[in-house]
């Protein structure tokens, strides 16, 4: 009977075993999943009377092939590149406002001071007037549509602002309904490996809007920081982030995040990377 019990005990262990085998082919392209592994252990020994004899084998968890600082550094990197890449998607919208060559702005504004060179070396010659003229509303009206372009891109500018601060505040929210999801499963003496694996990918979603900081509690959520020591997720709460105008300059934009509904203002430098920094440098 004894032997019965071991065998089938190896063949539940070893089900499992190619159930995870299973997972982890599945979930090959699913990004942001860490690779599973079983842990067995022998079920102990039973004392019948010539000695101890083995029970078989037992499932002692099911970890995950992860590396915190690996992780870590993923994340910076991925932060400090979606800064800069926003950064310089703008500078790119503004540089194309300035084409170098004869269409560039300093070619007609040439053109409008040569025509006036002209007026002053004939200044009865009425075609020369006429020139002058032409060409004066020639620069008038690039400057009017460069202006109106530089308006326009600094309008979206904000308004990406904006949306960048929206789509933190709503991965800050997914990481605290995961935070809670995982607290509730640590009960059970488990790790959630999955869970764990979702809220790492919204951590590092998260880093493409702003660089965060870090910091595992002994129930098992994780604390995210911003602007250097900012808990944007503390558990399963929220400090919300917002994009508000400077009072005192209304062209550049102040970041700030509200605790309690109290608001405190980050630094921009404070932010690391991310799309929002990269944002704000370019508006301010």
């Known amino acids: 009977m004894s032997s019965l019990n071991i065998a ?127 060409r004066a509303e020639e620069l008038a009206a690039r400057l009017r549509d460069v202006t109106a372009s530089l308006d326009e891109t600094r309008l979206s500018s904000s308004l990406q602002v904006q949306e960048a601060v929206r789509s933190i505040n709503s991965l800050a929210e997914q990481i605290a309904q995961v935070n809670q999801a995982i607290v509730q499963s640590q009960g059970t003496g488990r790790t959630p490996n999955d869970l764990l694996d979702q809220r790492d990918q919204l951590v590092g979603q998260l880093n493409e809007y702003v660089q965060t900081s870090t910091v595992p509690a002994a129930d098992g959520s994780l604390t995210v920081f911003v602007g250097g020591s900012q808990p944007l997720v503390l558990g399963t709460r929220v400090s919300p982030m917002a994009a508000e105008r400077d009072p005192v300059n209304g062209d550049e934009i102040d970041i700030k995040i509200y605790q309690a509904g109290q608001p405190a203002e980050i630094n921009t430098d404070f932010l690391g990377g991310g799309a929002l920094r990269g944002l704000v440098r370019f508006v301010n």
């Open 8 to 134: 089938s005990r190896a063949l539940t262990t070893n089900l499992a075993a190619m159930q995870v085998i299973g997972h982890n082919i599945a979930n090959v392209n699913t990004e942001g999943y860490s690779r599973q592994n079983i842990l067995l252990g022998t079920s102990g020994g039973q004392f019948l009377g010539n000695g101890y004899f083995g029970k078989g084998v037992e499932i002692e968890g099911v970890s995950r092939a992860y590396d915190s600082y690996l992780t870590r550094e993923a994340q910076i990197t991925r932060s400090v590149a979606a800064g800069d890449e926003a950064r310089y998607a703008r500078l790119q919208q503004l540089e194309s406002l300035f084409p170098l060559g004869e269409t560039s702005l300093g070619v007609t504004l040439n053109n409008a001071l040569n025509a006036w060179s002209a007026v002053a070396t004939s200044p009865t010659d009425t075609t020369a007037r006429t020139v002058v003229i032409a």
